[in-house]
């Protein structure tokens, strides 16, 4: 299923943080809440839109990763059926206003049960803003001399909407200023963007739970699962830090020629079968450790009650209810359990 392509341009909600002074310029946060939020069915259901995401440094993965913390977020804390950006595509070629019309996710959400009069829809931006400043430096004489400097700024926004209705919920926008450098290439922004989008996401996080959401399962899962091929080779494999590393920071087409470049000349120790099979991994969740003795650690699980698997957030859906059929590959070999209560 294609990827939603979310629109380029600021949203109508957006723009009116800025116009009103809502949308953060100075560090400190914002939040608006509308009047919506008072009439809202109970939710159950939040539909991710495809990140507005651009910084220094930023791979395709880093859209992947950002997207997807939210989402482990909302569906362990906040209690919700959380459906990914790439979960469902468009249907008309207009920009995405109305979901339920020019989109797919009123199916989607139908195979779990849940009406748009029960979902929200959030679209998440996430920014590096920099500009050249100058700054002074002394020097042995104790004079001055000015220096080209920049500085960046982080820009963070989650708006949040009505399915069905489309009505804005609340938005959240904050931002931080990064120290200067004196080059765009002399420092990567993504540990301090990490922990920044981190903190952003527990305050949207905070906001949704004063919503009429079911919030945190007091039922534990009973398996431990990764959704990380890579994480799961760590697990399999033992200590490859630096191959597994590597790979899982690369876009999908270098990663087999840099796969047997490392191999060739880095590491020819490695157990070449073991990491050759990286590439090959099938899609799906991995399972570390399971309560249940009918799923094993190692197996991978595809389909939980004939829907596809390839999320931690999805996998919660699935993973404190039974019974359920599951569809895994053990030891290589497709396999379909049944979990009993």
């Known amino acids: 299923m294609s990827t939603l392509q979310a629109p380029r341009t600021p949203s109508k909600l957006f723009l009116t943080l800025i116009a009103t002074g809502m949308c953060a310029c100075s560090g400190s946060a914002r939040l608006e809440t509308y009047s919506s939020a008072k009439k809202l069915a109970p939710v159950k259901a939040v539909v991710l839109l495809a990140p507005d995401m651009f910084f220094r440094g930023m791979k395709a993965h880093d859209v992947f990763e950002k997207w997807s913390d939210l989402a482990d977020l909302l569906a362990s804390s906040a209690g919700l059926v959380v459906v990914g950006p790439d979960e469902f595509h468009i249907l008309t070629s207009h920009a995405v206003s109305d979901l339920v019309h020019e989109t797919d996710v009123g199916l989607v959400l139908g195979r779990y049960g849940i009406d748009p009069e029960n979902a929200l829809a959030l679209k998440l931006t996430l920014t590096e803003a920099w500009q050249q400043a100058s700054s002074e430096v002394s020097n042995q004489r104790g004079g001055h001399a000015a220096r080209a400097a920049y500085e960046s700024e982080l820009q963070f926004a989650a708006e949040v909407y009505h399915v069905a209705s489309t009505a804005p919920v609340f938005a959240f926008s904050d931002s931080e200023r990064l120290t200067t450098w004196d080059s765009p290439s002399a420092s990567d922004p993504r540990p301090e963007l990490t922990r920044f989008a981190l903190d952003c996401y527990q305050q ?50 270098d990663r ?23 590439l090959t991994l099938p899609a799906g969740v991995y399972v570390l450790s399971s309560t249940k003795p009918e799923l094993h650690a190692g197996d991978i699980i595809l389909k939980a009650s004939g829907i596809d698997l390839n999320r931690e957030y999805q996998a919660a859906r699935f993973l404190r209810s039974t019974p359920l059929v599951l569809e895994v590959v053990r030891d290589g070999s497709p396999v379909t359990i049944s979990i009993g209560p």
């Open 204 to 253: 949207v996080l905070a906001s949704m739970l004063k919503l009429p959401v079911p919030g945190p399962s007091k039922v534990p899962p009973w398996a431990v699962v990764v959704q990380s091929p890579y994480e799961a080779a760590r697990f399999a494999f033992g200590e490859l830090p630096a191959l597994v590393d590597a790979l899982s920071s690369m876009d999908e087409v």
């Open 256 to 278: 087999e020629a840099a796969l047997n470049a490392r191999l060739d000349y880095r590491h020819p120790s490695l157990p070449r079968p073991a990491v050759k099979s990286l």
